[in-house]
């Protein structure tokens, strides 16, 4: 299904402010798949998702999706078979046109795009029955811009335009992560629904211990640009949110003992 | 009479720029100073076809495609030479300005001999008013050039808004009215932005050739200058007609943009009237418009004099 091979991404390569962000990074995941993808600020979690996204080139290594050899694709010719919803709900819908144009636009992800009517009648009564299964009354408001709507509806909307072509991949870049808790929750359940019910495969990435055990069959944690940790299968089974920031406690006691290693071979070589 | 007649016309010709300004400025944010080069480009091209005899109407087509061809130019310079906007359109606007000149072959063209649409006005009026030379309108003594003119204007601009609004409702222009709007979201659904951004830019410069060739047509000359300060021009227009019908939706605001173009060309034809020196035209055109980019943002924060001193940007 998504086949990532051994990429590599390096920013600002050969100046002070180099950073490895990906390094020989290798994931395979199967039709169906849901992986929640946990990590440090900077271990490299929202570049990966950008990788496959195709936001940037990876400098090597092969991306491969349904079949299909992505690593060189433009961002706007992968999105042929992925949807995303990013962490900002600002970036997931063009805020002064409404909310029926926004999903008219999502209704045609990846096709041609000609002279035809962009809300035709059939599509119209479509979105109306999409949207009320968000429960958020915006039913009603097809005609209102989307930028006079909250953060939480924003981004369910977003999720909603993401979900509606079934995507081969969906990827969703840390979705709640800017919303107060009581949308973060609705959101989230949406996530499941949507995921479950049309049993997409999807790469989240997260900072919610939480959602990372109750959602998804798969964990990775990252670090420093690489995998650190993968919980699958019998290992993913009863894991709890201690055990993952357990893990998070060994990574930053290793970084401290990197720092004190190095002082001490200061002190005694330098 | 006759100068308000010629007012509106014009006003009505230059609707079309503010048109384009519309496209370029308020759909993309961009800043597209190509305009300038473009209108000449349009007066060039079709003044050329008519002296050489070639329909009025084909004329006006040739120079659409022109100024399309300009816009697209500067689409490209911008999105897969990565100028800065403002650059790439001041590029396009030099370059063309030498363009103009090889294409009229010296610097104005009198079209007064030419078989234009003017003319063509001319005989569609006599066609619906009689043969008579001038009309009584109100009291007011017409002309039927005048007459016929300004009828085929009206239609002229009606035809352009409606396809206009028209397109932006189709797959395709909903899509470069996301790209203005967030194209990091319409990237993520599938669509080559800077394609959008070159298609958009064309349109918009299209439009604006086309209203700089039946602005030559009208006034009966091209003149290799007649694009100097048009883009400032169809900006002013454009806020008029926001402020006017103060409101976002797409349908409003265009209408309110050709109200726009021709409120503002009523305004300096009796500034010019009560003894305003034509000299200082653009001037006032260049304050009128810095006024009203800045004055909102003046009053919001004089109006919350001691608090947040973190005003926005002007545009």
Excluded at chain 2, 55 to 70: E, H, N, R
Excluded at chain 2, 244 to 260: P, R, W
Aim: proline share 2%.
């Amino acid at each position: 299904m998504l086949e990532i091979t051994n990429i590599n991404k390096t920013f600002h390569a050969g100046t002070v402010n180099e950073v490895f962000a990906l390094q020989d990074v290798s994931l395979s995941l199967a039709q169906g798949d849901f992986l929640i993808i946990i990590g440090t600020n900077g271990s490299g979690k929202s570049t990966l998702l950008n990788a496959v996204a195709g936001s940037f080139i990876a400098d090597s290594g092969k991306i491969s999706l349904s079949g299909h050899d992505i690593t060189k694709w433009p961002e706007h010719k992968r999105a042929s078979l992925i949807g995303r919803v990013f962490q900002n709900p600002f970036s997931g819908t063009a805020p002064t046109m409404t909310i029926a144009e926004n999903l008219s636009l999502a209704a045609k992800r990846g096709k041609p795009r000609g002279f035809g009517w962009a809300l035709d009648k059939q599509l119209q009564n479509e979105l109306r029955d999409r949207i009320r299964t968000l429960n958020m009354g915006l039913e009603d408001r097809l005609d209102n811009a989307i930028g006079s709507l909250s953060g939480g509806q924003r981004q369910a909307l977003t999720l909603l335009m993401a979900s509606w072509l079934k995507p081969d991949l969906l990827l969703l870049d840390e979705h709640t992560a800017a919303l107060d808790p009581k949308s973060a929750d609705q959101v989230i359940r949406l996530t499941k629904d949507i995921v479950e019910r049309d049993r997409l495969t999807t790469l989240m990435v997260t900072h919610s211990m939480q959602q990372a055990v109750h959602l998804g069959n798969r964990i990775i944690m990252m670090h420093k640009g690489q995998v650190l940790h993968d919980f699958k299968g019998a290992s993913r089974q009863g894991i709890r949110s201690e055990d993952l920031l357990h893990r998070f406690e060994e990574v930053r006691r290793r970084e401290q003992v990197d720092v004190r290693v190095a002082e001490l071979l200061q002190r005694m070589y330098v | 009479m006759s100068l308000f007649l010629g007012a509106l016309t014009i006003g009505l010709i230059l609707s079309l720029l503010a048109l384009g300004v519309y496209m370029s400025f308020r759909v993309f944010k961009f800043p597209d100073i190509t305009a300038e080069g473009s209108v000449t480009f349009g007066a060039a091209v079709s003044a050329v076809l008519l002296i050489k005899g070639i329909d009025p109407g084909v004329s006006l087509f040739a120079a659409f495609a022109a100024g399309a061809a300009a816009g697209a130019v500067t689409g490209i310079l911008h999105t897969k030479c990565k100028i800065n906007e403002l650059l790439a359109g001041i590029l396009v606007m030099t370059a063309l300005y030498s363009v103009n000149l090889h294409v009229m072959g010296k610097s104005n063209i009198p079209l007064v001999d030419a078989k234009s649409t003017s003319t063509v006005a001319e005989s569609i009026g006599a066609r619906i008013f009689g043969q008579s030379t001038d009309l009584n309108w109100f009291g007011w003594d017409v002309s039927i050039r005048d007459a016929g003119m300004l009828l085929m204007m009206f239609a002229v601009v009606a035809a352009a808004a409606f396809i206009l609004l028209v397109f932006f409702r189709t797959n395709i222009g909903t899509a470069i009215r996301a790209t203005g709007d967030n194209p990091q979201m319409i990237r993520a659904l599938g669509v080559d932005v800077d394609l959008m951004m070159i298609l958009g830019l064309a349109i918009s410069n299209g439009l604006i050739a086309l209203a700089g060739a039946l602005l030559a047509q009208y006034q009966g000359f091209a003149d290799v200058q007649m694009g100097i300060g048009m883009m400032v021009w169809g900006l002013a227009s454009v806020i008029i007609g926001e402020a006017l019908v103060g409101s976002n939706k797409q349908g409003l605001v265009v209408t309110g943009t050709i109200m726009g173009s021709v409120l503002f060309r009523l305004l300096v034809a009796i500034a010019l009237r009560w003894g305003l020196n034509p000299n200082d035209l653009k001037l006032i055109t260049a304050l009128f418009v810095f006024a009203a980019l800045v004055g909102p943002t003046m009053a919001r924060s004089f109006l919350k004099k001691g608090g947040n001193q973190t005003s926005g940007r002007a545009v």
